[in-house]
Structure formats: structure tokens, C-alpha cells
């Protein structure tokens, strides 16, 4: 099909693929991985001129460079183009240097791997209560059923807001998504845009504070009573820190099971040895995260640099898109293969170096549990004949459908 038979197809040459490279281009977003890969073998630093304009580090040595070198690559954009969703900056993913690593240190307890499984039990079943129903039935379309509600009962769960509140969060974030940014005109109006959902958590926060906090793990109580250089943490700053987790947890986890699932769902191989050695589902998980490429953000220079002869001026922006690093053949042996026995899945899929993500312990948990217990009740499934997913790039890869026959 040539590009004047098919409006999504790319420009005709590398080069205008590169300037045109953006996460939102409609033609990238059934396949990124393919053009990127055609990047990546033309140069380890390239320039798109979408957005403004940015730099784009195609290689795995470069992304983690990048961002081990935080006093040259700022995250005060995180996004290409970024969108500023509070009138503060959010915490703690556009702070550098030492703000950053007081708040890093002020947050770690909040979802280390002690947090994650004192709150196992309860993830555990919210996943069986989400896929009992399905047992049985001939279909399922598995985004809006499955990978959209297992991330918020899990964020619900682990900062013990109460499962009945799930579905009205949802209704914040998905309108917000769909409706709230799209039709924001200017800044002013994204901020109240937000409003709803921040006064979600406010009400959260201060129904917690009225039952009392002693004796609880769960991350609003955690938020109440810690500290921040020595003093305790604003109302506005517990908002912040809620609102930014979700964004971040919620989009992310369902991309990753979408995806997942779609790969299971074409290898009836893989479901038969998930189903009968369970024990190897982490294994699973980590190579398909490396696998299927879902992160992509953006970093701010802070002063001129020079990387493989190309100079990088102050004040440009850098996109590092940590899934495609996982699918680089300098690190990885034949890394377009899906291969449960590698020796190392050294993958970037959260991210590294300061900014690493806090949430991982928790996504890691129900990314294993999702498909635990899914083979345990529904060992054999395929994509349904006659659909198609609907992929999307954006800063979260992942599928808008997914309809799976069972059994």
C-alpha cells in the first residue's frame, strides 16, 4: 500500500521520519518499534523537529547514561511536548538534585518490597475477584476488563483509600485523559482541568487523617506522618504526590498487561507452560517487559554537551524511550526474539539512576499476580478472529482493545 492509499503510512525516507519522530505521529502508532529500530541503526543520537524540536538517543548505552548523568539531564520536562499539570512542579519526577533526593528519601518507604508484601493478600484478591467472573464465559475484551481495573484497585488498595472508590477515581482519570487535557486551551484551564481529581484526594487524605494513621502502611498514612527536611508534608504536596503516582502507575501497569497479553495470546506454548509451572511467571514478566517497549519521557539539558561528535546545546530538550532500549542489539542477543532463558534481562522498563521508579515493586507484583492467576483459571485463550487491537505510542505504548476468546 502506497503512502497516498493509506493516510497513517510514514514519510517516504529515513530522514523524514526522523524530523517528524513524535510519540503522537499517527503513522507510529501501530509500530513504533520497526522505525525506531531503522533509527537506531542510522545514528546513536538523531534530531526530530516535532515539537520544537528535540534530540532522540536511540541506543542503550546513551539512554542510561543519560540518566545517570541527572546534573546534565534535568527533569524539569518530562514530557515532549510537556504539559504542566499543577502550578508546583511534580513530586518527585521534575525535581533535581538535592530537592530531588530529599524527596526520594522522604518517599522511599512508601512502596519498598516490605510495603508490597504486607499488601500482597489484598492485590491477590483483588485479581481473583477480577477474574472469577470470566471463567466461563466464550469472550473478553480484556483492557476495560481486566488491565484497566487491576492497576486502580491496586493503587486503591495500596494507599487505603477503600475499594469503593474505584470506579469514581477512574471517572476523574478517564475523563481528565480524554476530555480535560485534549480540550484545555492554556494553562490555566488544565490546572482546573485537574481540579476534580485533587480534591479526590484531598477528601481521601482527609478522611484518613479523621480514622488516624497508627498502626497503618498503607501510602496516605505513610504521607501524613512523614517528613520532609525536617518538617511534615503540606496538604498540596500529599495531593501532588498522590495525583502524580496515579498518572504514573495506572497508565503504565495496564499498557504492560495489554501488551503482555497480546503476546500470550498469539503463543498458546507459553500459556501451557505459565499454567503448569507458575513459578516461572516472573521470568515471564521480565523478559516481556523487555520485550515490549512502553516508557518514553523527556529530559531538559542544563548545560552544552557533546556525545558521539554531536553537540547538544543548553536549554534542548532529549527524548529517552526506556522500553525501545530493551530491544537494543548491542545488550541484547537477537532482541526482536521473546526468550525465557536468558541469563539477563538487564532491561530499562523503570527506568535508572535517580529517577528510577518508585513504583516498580508494586507494578512488578501485579504484573506476576494478573498472570498467575489468570492461567490458573483460564490456561488456553487467543485473540478473537475478526478483530484487531487497537495500538497507540504516545508516552504510554500500549492498546486501546483487546478481545480475547477463552477457552
Known sequence: MTNAECPFSGPATVEERIRQWSVYQPWLQDDPVTYFTEIRDRAPIVRSEEAGGFWILTRYEDIEWAARTPEIFSSAQVAIPHRQFFPEKQIPVQLDGEEHRKWRVALSDLFNPGVVNHFTPQIRQAVVETIEP???????????????????????????????????????????????????????????????LQDFFSEAIDRRRAEGVEGRRDVLSQLIKTSFDGRSLTQDEM????????????????????????????????????????????????????????????????????????????????????????????????????????????????????????????????LNLAIEEWHARIPSYRLTPGTRPTHHYSPSRGLANLELTLG
Open 134 to 196: 470470566l471463567v466461563g464465559r466464550d469472550r473478553v475484551e480484556f483492557m476495560s476488563e481486566v488491565a484497566v481495573k487491576l492497576p486502580a484497585e491496586t493503587f486503591i488498595i495500596t494507599f487505603g483509600i477503600g475499594r469503593e472508590y474505584v470506579q469514581s477515581m477512574l471517572d476523574h482519570k478517564n475523563w481528565l485523559r480524554r476530555e480535560g487535557i485534549p480540550n484545555a486551551r492554556n494553562q490555566e484551564e488544565l490546572f482546573a482541568a485537574n481540579r476534580p
Open 239 to 366: 495531593i501532588n504526590t498522590a495525583f502524580v503516582t496515579m498518572v504514573a502507575a495506572l497508565d503504565t501497569t495496564t499498557a504492560a498487561l495489554g501488551l503482555m497479553f497480546h503476546y500470550l495470546a498469539q503463543h498458546p506454548e507459553v500459556q501451557k507452560e505459565v499454567a503448569g509451572a507458575p513459578e516461572r511467571t516472573a521470568v515471564v514478566t521480565e523478559e516481556l517487559l523487555r520485550h515490549e517497549p512502553i516508557v518514553t519521557t523527556g529530559r531538559v539539558l542544563t548545560q552544552d554537551v557533546e556525545r558521539h561528535g554531536v553537540t547538544m546545546r543548553k536549554g534542548e530538550r532529549v527524548m529517552l524511550s526506556w522500553g525501545m532500549a530493551g530491544r537494543d542489539p548491542g545488550v541484547f542477543d537477537n532482541p526482536d526474539e521473546v526468550d525465557f532463558d536468558r541469563t539477563s534481562t538487564r532491561h530499562l522498563a523503570f527506568a535508572v539512576g535517580p529517577h528510577r521508579c518508585l513504583g516498580m515493586y508494586v507494578a512488578r507484583r501485579v
